[in-house]
């Protein structure tokens, strides 16, 4: 057995949770200077905005305030889901960042169009197209990479309760996206009037936190407090607790598989031309996704069709629908969440006649059950030894075999 250590961020959520206050308690934690996080909001490309951060006392309580101030002169453009997702595409930060950004921009445009009953990409986001609205994601995202935070959960969201006026009109607390955007989270409620969790805190932490519940146990690294804007009867205050904990690598034990969140998404195609399908899967492999299918569908009207079928980490739920609409036909689109499960394995090298050649084994604890040669090395010696496929297959079979038989005597 190993022991390595993580870096583990906890949220109490005792007062909710908005983005700017998630932001300031980040930097509050003094492990990362505001001046690194500028330089990470640089590679927007935005230009008409300052942030400034400032300690402030809520309560009696002390935190950090994160502002982001926009320049009088220019008006931020009130700004579609599709624009973010280029906005992304075309800055400088990283690919993971970019991926994880667009997912969480995703689910508040869903949870935005739902409430409102038009298509995610219809909605002119007034809130989520704001500039604080993008500095907080962005940003927050920028600084869990920086501390090297490796997991995250929340304490249950303590959610307002009263009305607050949008564009819309008057809506209830808490706002209907911020309920959408918590299915399946613990919240509750202590008579409190006002605005605690927004859409954009419940984005993120919803889409971050891997678990709620009560403080884990680890050492205590730093702590650090984020203050929303209004001062309340309490703290008006989110607190970030960095732990580091103790993980033991062992060997996996018999009959243990891994598990893994996973994203199905579906279009029916009817009137696309079959040349495009080609490049079409080759931009989603190369985007991110696991698995494309191309799985034939009999349509109405009685037309042949196709059903695009894409496997997905969830940070790429952006990029993937991205890609979709841009290089197909189609104007919709299904997603479906459901869990991957998968044995461990490990990739063999085994030297044959005809050169070396690989496979991928499969283990279920400690006993192999699967196994089979790389497809694509097997391809290449095909070509450049003029051999059949299939005799190639059984090559790098039989040396494998022998292989094992050597290390067992």
């Not at 509750?188 to 984005?203: D, K, M, N």
Request: glycine share 10%; proline share 5%.
């Amino acid at each position: 057995m190993k022991e390595s250590k993580e870096r583990h961020l906890y949220l109490h959520c005792f007062s909710g949770a908005s983005g700017d206050m998630i932001l300031g308690a980040l930097l509050d934690l003094e492990m990362v200077s505001i001046k690194e996080l500028e330089g990470e909001l640089d590679k927007l490309g935005l230009e008409g905005f300052r942030i400034s951060a400032e300690k402030v006392r809520r309560r009696g309580m002390t935190g950090t305030r994160l502002v982001v101030e926009e320049k009088k002169e220019s008006t931020p453009p009130l700004r579609t889901l599709g624009d973010l997702l280029k906005l992304l595409e075309e800055s400088s930060l990283g690919e993971q960042l970019k991926n994880r950004a667009g997912y969480i921009f995703t689910r508040l445009a869903r949870a935005e169009g739902k409430i409102h009953g038009v298509s995610p990409e219809e909605v002119h986001f007034h809130e989520i197209g704001a500039l604080d609205t993008v500095v907080d994601v962005v940003g927050v995202l920028a600084l869990l990479d920086m501390l090297k935070v490796e997991k995250i959960t929340s304490s249950p969201l303590h959610l307002g309760e009263g009305f607050i006026q949008v564009q819309h009109g008057t809506l209830p607390l808490p706002a209907p996206a911020t309920l959408e955007l918590l299915q399946g989270a613990p919240v509750y409620s202590r008579g409190v009037e006002g605005e605690l969790v927004t859409p954009t805190g419940a984005a993120l932490v919803s889409s971050l936190a891997s678990s709620f519940g009560p403080l884990p146990a680890g050492r205590l690294l730093a702590t650090g407090y984020g203050a929303g804007l209004k001062e309340m009867d309490h703290p008006n205050l989110i607190r970030a607790l960095l732990l580091e904990e103790e993980i033991i690598e062992r060997e996996i034990r018999e009959g243990e598989i891994f598990q893994e969140e996973i994203l199905v998404l579906e279009a029916n195609l009817d009137d696309m031309n079959p040349e495009m399908y080609p490049p079409l899967m080759e931009k989603l492999f190369q985007g991110g996704a696991w698995d494309v299918s191309l799985i034939p569908l009999h349509m109405k009207k009685n037309r042949p069709g196709i059903m695009l079928q894409v496997l997905c980490s969830p940070p790429f739920l952006g990029k993937m629908q991205a890609i979709i609409f841009r290089e197909t036909t189609s104007l919709g689109l299904r997603v479906f969440k459901g869990d991957k499960y998968y044995l461990r394995r490990e990739r063999v090298e085994v030297e044959t006649a005809l050169g070396k050649a690989s496979l991928k084994v499969g283990y279920l604890g400690e006993e192999e059950v699967n196994w089979a040669p790389e497809h694509q090395d097997c391809l290449d010696i095909s070509y450049r030894e003029g051999r059949p496929l299939k005799e190639v297959y059984r090559l790098v079979e039989e040396a494998y075999r022998q292989q094992k038989k050597k290390g067992e005597e």
